[in-house]
Nanobody, 114 residues
Framework: QVQFVESGGGLVQPGGSLRLACIGS????????ISWYRQAPEKARESVAR???????NYTDSVKGRFTISRDDAKKTVFLQMNSLKPEDTAVYYC????????WGQGTLVTVSS
């Protein structure tokens, strides 16, 4: 059974940083492209960053230059380093394969507010 567990969210002031982590299980992790997704209140879930099995990365325009995705396949973990956070980054952040399965974790809440 595919499962993802996200952690690292919290309350941060605008301009601050957070590092999210996602541990996957039930898949041959290193062969998969993994994405971080987010869902803000009353908005659709969107992909913000993804990383392939060969560590190629892709970011949505709104986070380019501020977010960095990385992976540690030995630990079946994908990270999202988020810098220069803005209030509009407030959302529940999830990870999943790309394209996503129906196996969504609980996510981790990121709140950017002064």
């Amino acid at each position: 059974q595919v499962q993802f567990v996200e952690s690292g969210g919290g309350l941060v002031q605008p301009g601050g940083s957070l590092r999210l982590a996602c541990i996957g299980s039930g898949i041959m992790f290193r062969f998969y492209t993994i994405s971080w997704y987010r869902q803000a209140p009353e908005k659709a879930r969107e992909s913000v960053a993804r990383i392939t099995g060969t560590a190629s990365t892709n970011y949505t325009d709104s986070v380019k230059g501020r977010f960095t995705i990385s992976r540690d396949d030995a630990k079946k973990t994908v990270f999202l380093q988020m810098n220069s956070l803005k209030p509009e980054d407030t959302a529940v952040y999830y990870c999943n394969v790309h394209p996503p399965t129906n196996s969504w974790g609980q996510g981790t809440l990121v709140t950017v507010s002064s």
